[in-house]
T-cell receptor
């Protein structure tokens, strides 16, 4: 079992819809959770992070964390074609200095 | 610098040769991380530094891989006796400290032929 698991996709949604991206992790010692966006041929860029159970909203993005279920999700409201990218879930553990463990990423395609 | 800078952007080398990949982090960033990313996969942790001290090298695949950051700024990842399986995108990231956002460089695409 991989430490961080994501469906590789591709996930295809129409423009204006809500895109829902999911991630599970195996280590209960995981403390911090991150969503990175990676456009094709580019480097990952951080879009959201969450530390506490519940929801965290930033513009069109909402991160959700459920530590009991070891589940993290990212919702993108009013999806735009420019949101088409690979979304990487990453976790870090206590006392590991910010070292990130990444999932394989979910490819999102937003169709006009 | 304005962002994390990696050089070279592309490196083609023959099997058995040594290569050195360079990372220049954002000025003042304490922590520096090396990752390797295969096509269609997420980045895989290799090693990281706080200042000049290598804190964790558990992700280095074998003893052909080494990294240093002698003055706490620029870092070099060295791969000795390269093999075809070493071909990948090597990414460097830096952050201002534990828990802070990590910024990635553009990566070095290594191809071993």
């Amino acid at each position: 079992q991989k430490e961080v698991e994501q469906n590789s996709g591709p996930l295809s949604v129409p423009e204006g819809a809500i895109a829902s991206l999911n991630c599970t992790y195996s280590d209960r010692g995981s403390q911090s959770f991150f969503w990175y966006r990676q456009y094709s041929g580019k480097s990952p860029e951080l879009i959201m992070f969450i530390y506490s159970n519940g929801d965290k909203e930033d513009g069109r993005f909402t991160a959700q964390l459920n530590k009991a279920s070891q589940y993290v999700s990212l919702l993108i409201r009013d999806s735009q074609p420019s949101d088409s990218a690979t979304y990487l879930c990453a976790v870090s553990r206590r006392n590991q200095g910010g070292k990130l463990i990444f999932g394989q990423g979910t490819e999102l395609s937003v169709k006009p | 610098g304005a962002g994390v800078s990696q050089s070279p952007r592309y490196k083609v080398t023959k099997r058995g040769q040594d290569v050195a990949l360079r990372c220049d982090p954002i000025s003042g960033h304490v922590s520096l991380y090396w990752y390797r990313q295969a096509l269609g996969q997420g980045p895989e942790f290799l090693t990281y530094f706080n200042y000049e001290a290598q804190q964790d090298k558990s992700g280095l695949p074998n003893d052909r891989f080494s990294a240093e950051r002698p003055e706490g700024s620029i870092s070099t990842l060295t791969i000795q006796r390269t093999e075809q399986r070493d071909s990948a995108m090597y990414r460097c990231a830096s952050s201002s400290g534990r828990g802070a956002e990590a910024f990635f460089g553009q990566g070095t695409r290594l191809t071993v032929v």
